[in-house]
Every structure is written in C-alpha cells, then in structure tokens.
C-alpha cells in the first residue's frame, strides 16, 4: 500500500492541463490541496490501527493487502464494510470522501467485461485484470465520467444536431481508438491519477460509436480539465478542521484523444455487438456508486444532525419538543438510508465475475429517499440555527481592537456555552450550509450518482409490477396466483443471464 506522500508526488510530476478560468495550473495549485486534503485521509486511514479492520483487505487477484478503495467486492461482508468505511471517512471530511467513483467504476468493469467475453468472445476482462493488478499495486486514485455534456435531453446521441453531445470514438485503429467528447461534473479530477471513463445511458445500435469505455492518465495527451474548485472561506483567527478540505468539479475535454488498445474496455465502434452492453456498464457503475451514496450520505445527514443538535444546546431550545422532533427526522433519514444499504448487501449475489452485486432496488429506493430529504434536512438546520448562520459579521470584527470585544459579547447566548465557542459553532454552520461548498453538496446531494428520477426508471424497470398485483388480485378475489411473497425483483444476475443467452443465439460475427 502507497502514502499520501506517494499519491502526492506522482500527482505533481503530472503535466499541467487545468484551466480554473484562463489560467492553465499545475497540480500543486493551492485551490486544488482541499481535494488533495480528503484524498489524504483515504491513505492514513488505511495505515491506522483505528481503521485498518474497514480500510485495508486482502486483493482477490493477488493476495496482497491494498487498500479498500482499490478493490472488487468479492462478499456480502466487502459490500458492508465499503459501507461502513465510506460513512465513518465521510464524518472525518464533513462530506464526500471523494475516492468512491474510481472503486464503483472498476467494479462494475469487472462484471461487465466478464460478460462481454464470455457472451462474444472478446479479451476485455483480462485487459480489465491487468489494469486492475497496476491500479492495486500502485494504490490509485481514479474519478470516474459517466455524465456527458447530452445536448437535446430528449434526443438519443446519434440524433444529436452536434454529434459530439455524447463522448464518441470517431476512429478504431489497429492500436487503439481516438476519442471525442466532453464528460461533464465529474469531481475529483484534477487531483485523480485516472478517470476512468464510462457510458452514461442504454445505447441502441445508432449509438454504436458512443458505446465506449476506457481508462487514461487525467494527464493524458488531448485530455483539458476545466475545473471549478470550492471550498470553505479561509479563517486568519479560528481555524477549524474542516476548514483544509475542499472539492473540485471539472468538464473534462478529450480533444482527439488516442486511448491504447490495453486501455478499453467496451469499444462499440470497432465491434457493433458490444454496443448492447453499454447501458448495462451505464447502470452497473450508477448502481455501485448509489451504493456508495449509502455510506456517505447518512454520513451528511449526520453532520448536518450533529451541527443542529449542537446549536439547538448553545441557543438553549435543545429540549423543546418541535427541535427534539426535527432533530428525530434528520437522524431517522440517515438511518434509513444506511439500513437500505446494509439490507441491499444482506440481498446482495455474485455476478458470473465472481463480483458482489448488491441489490437494486434497496440500493435505489435508499438513494433516492437521500436525494429527496437532502433540502429538507438544510431547512431543519437552518431553522434550528436561525438567521445568524447567513449574517455573521466576518471573523475580523470579533478579533478586532476597537470591536472585538463588544462583538463576542453579543455571542453569548445558552449562560454555559462560552461565547467563543458559540461563535465558532456559527462559522462552522455557515461554512456547511451558506457557503459556496455547501450549495455544491446540496446539489450533489440531489443529482450526484443520478437525479431522483433516474432512481425511480432503475427501480420501476426491475420491480415486476405483475406480481405485486397478485395481492390485490388474492384479496379482491379475482384469479391470480399468490404464493408466500417475496420481493417482486429482477435482479442484475437474472439480467445478465438472459441477455448472455439472447446474444449467444445472435449471430455473432462482428
Ligand atoms: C457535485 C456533483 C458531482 C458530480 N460528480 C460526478 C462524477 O464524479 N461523475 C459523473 O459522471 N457525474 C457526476 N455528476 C453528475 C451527475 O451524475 C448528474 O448531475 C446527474 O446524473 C444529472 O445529470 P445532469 O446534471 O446532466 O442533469 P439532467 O440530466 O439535465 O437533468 C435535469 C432534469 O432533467 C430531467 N431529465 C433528463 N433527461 C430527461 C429525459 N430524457 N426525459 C425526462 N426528463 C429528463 C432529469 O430527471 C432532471 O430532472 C456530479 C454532479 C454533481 C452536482
């Protein structure tokens, strides 16, 4: 297992290739070390003893410890304590952990390329093993961009005016593809040692040039990082922990790209059959990583309950009964969607690959329950903190000669809290609710892994709504055939299986 400073120094022998606005920086810029400063305790974590049980395991493919961010989940028990680990880092960063894309990403390559041989006979999962061996070995950090820039929503890629709307191979060589497009909102990049690139919806045969997945150096020739980071306002008087950490989103430009034959893992464009396997690769990716949006978000709501709790005590209405009674929501949302993810675990079964799929409709019904509650929970807090949370004077004034002490005194509020403290309660709250970063985490709250709406089409195309009817077919008499119930779902590796058995009876010459 690799160091921070290991991470650190592969990262700053990177050739530049971020623009945040018109400047082209390099990766020691200083609004990228927020970033940097998560990534950090996704290395430390895994050389602690307090952590090692959840962050270190044991590589299927070669037997050496690594860490849990690079690895395929090979049981129930790994899906859990992916789980587990993702919550517990994400309340050491006060957000999102940052290093979950790169692992749902090359879980679902596992299960997909393991599918594309065995149904045509392609060499993509060892391709994919021996990727995965260097990724381990070396203890990578990998985004991953799935979402495209999609121009006309309700156009498909090839119906696009602009054919380049949708990430595209617009030449298979003997070595390799050239690639064109733009994936968009992808985080992490910029401080990433890859991006691992994936389609972003179900593709019909039209779409064959679109049907593309890959893994590159985020420094690669022809690849533009335009980055937007965020992160908490700098405090001069009363630095907190969470202060360093910060995020950064990126449109990622692949200008003519050349990705090396090694490096694919679904190319459409070359092989027209593959192209079927595209929307499974879109949906297996968005399935891990709303997994994933089991640990980190209760892990949000957590932070956002705790910061309501503390500033219900220093405003001294901690016991009445509508703050007790919002404060009993925050913490059952979060619940909620963790047992959704431990349950969708406990349901979880073994692709071919030998990967653990966990299941998709828990999984998805606990996302979306995350996405919706994600303003409510803000309100709550916002509500419980009152008005000060937007309108604090800045931190100078209370550490100023001729104010300072005139403005602490009117800090003080519950007689027991010092006023310092309930000042630094305030600029805590305003930097996770009011600040830049913090409307980036709503957002994301709401449309990262997939808005609401893409959680319902998931859960709506393998819940099979015949045999929930059954029960009111039973109950109101009418002929039907209910047997001792069991969730109605059709599961990733039914899925799979059908669809293996439907290509293999296709012709199959490319
Ligand atoms: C902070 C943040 C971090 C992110 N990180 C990543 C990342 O690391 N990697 C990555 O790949 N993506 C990332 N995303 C992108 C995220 O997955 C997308 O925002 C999400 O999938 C929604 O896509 P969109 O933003 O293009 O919105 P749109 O798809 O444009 O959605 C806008 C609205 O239109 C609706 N809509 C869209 N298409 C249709 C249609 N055909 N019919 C009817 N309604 C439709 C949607 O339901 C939604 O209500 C991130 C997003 C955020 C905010």
Not at 32 to 39: M, T
Not at 65 to 71: A, E, G, L, P, S
Not at 162 to 168: E, G, H, K, S, T
Not at 317 to 339: C, N, R, Y
Request: some cysteine; hydrophobic content about 35%.
């Amino acid at each position: 297992m690799k160091t921070f400073e290991d991470y650190l120094a592969r990262l700053y022998k990177m050739k530049p290739n971020i623009y945040i606005g018109n400047e082209l920086v390099g990766r020691d810029d200083p609004r990228l070390q927020g970033g940097q400063n998560i990534i950090k305790v996704t290395y430390d974590c895994a050389h602690s003893e307090e952590f090692e049980d959840l962050c270190v395991v044991t590589s299927h493919l070669t037997g050496k410890k690594i860490n849990r961010f690079c690895h395929i989940h090979q049981s129930e028990d790994d899906l859990l304590k992916k789980q587990l680990m993702t919550r517990l880092l994400c309340h050491r960063v006060g957000g999102c952990i940052q290093r979950c894309m790169g692992i749902d990403a090359l879980n679902a390559l596992s299960v997909i390329t393991y599918e594309l041989d065995q149904a045509l006979g392609t060499d993509h999962y060892e391709r994919f093993k021996k990727y995965l061996r260097y990724f381990q070995e070396n203890d990578l950090v990998a985004s991953c961009a799935q979402t495209d820039a999609k121009g006309d929503r309700l156009k498909r890629p090839h119906e696009q005016e602009d054919p380049d709307q949708y990430l595209r191979v617009i030449e298979t060589r003997e070595d390799g593809i050239v690639v064109r497009g733009c994936k968009i909102s992808i985080t992490n990049t910029p401080y990433a040692d890859e991006m691992i690139v994936v389609p972003c919806r179900y593709m019909g045969p039209e779409d064959k040039d679109y049907s593309v997945a890959f893994a590159l150096p985020t420094d690669w020739d022809g690849v533009k990082l335009l980055t937007r980071p965020a992160s908490f306002r700098k405090s001069e008087h009363m630095e907190f922990p969470a202060g360093k950490f910060g995020d950064a989103e990126t449109f990622i430009i692949f200008d003519d790209v050349f990705v090396p034959n090694d490096r694919i893992f679904l190319n459409g464009n070359g092989d027209p059959r593959q192209t079927a396997y595209a929307g499974f690769l879109a949906l297996m990716f968005a399935h891990y990583h709303r997994h994933s949006y089991t640990g980190c978000k209760p892990a949000i709501t957590e932070v956002i309950a705790s910061a309501a709790a503390l500033v219900a005590e220093y405003n001294g209405i901690e016991k009445t009964s509508h703050v007790q009674d919002k404060l009993s929501h925050l913490i059952g949302t979060a619940e909620l969607v963790f047992a959704a993810g431990e349950s969708s675990a406990k349901h979880s079964e073994k692709a071919p690959s030998g990967t653990q799929v966990p299941d998709e409709i828990l999984t998805n019904a606990g996302r979306r329950l995350a996405g919706e509650m994600i303003y409510e929970e803000y309100k709550v807090l916002a509500d419980i903190s009152g008005g000060l949370i937007a309108t604090l004077p800045y931190e100078g004034s209370f550490f100023s000669e001729d104010v300072g002490e005139l403005a602490m005194k009117y800090m003080k509020r519950n007689p027991r809290v010092k006023p310092e403290n309930v000042l630094r309660c305030f600029r805590g709250i305003e930097a996770f609710a009011v600040s830049e970063i913090a409307g980036l985490l709503q957002v994301a709250g709401l449309h990262g892994g997939g808005s609401p709406s893409m959680e319902t089409i998931t859960m709506m195309m393998r819940y099979d709504l015949e045999k929930l009817k059954n029960i009111s077919k039973y109950l109101f008499g009418i002929k039907s055939k209910l047997k001792r119930y069991e969730r109605p779902t059709v599961t990733p590796r039914k899925q799979l299986e059908k669809f293996r058995k439907a290509m293999k009876g296709k012709k199959l010459e490319k």
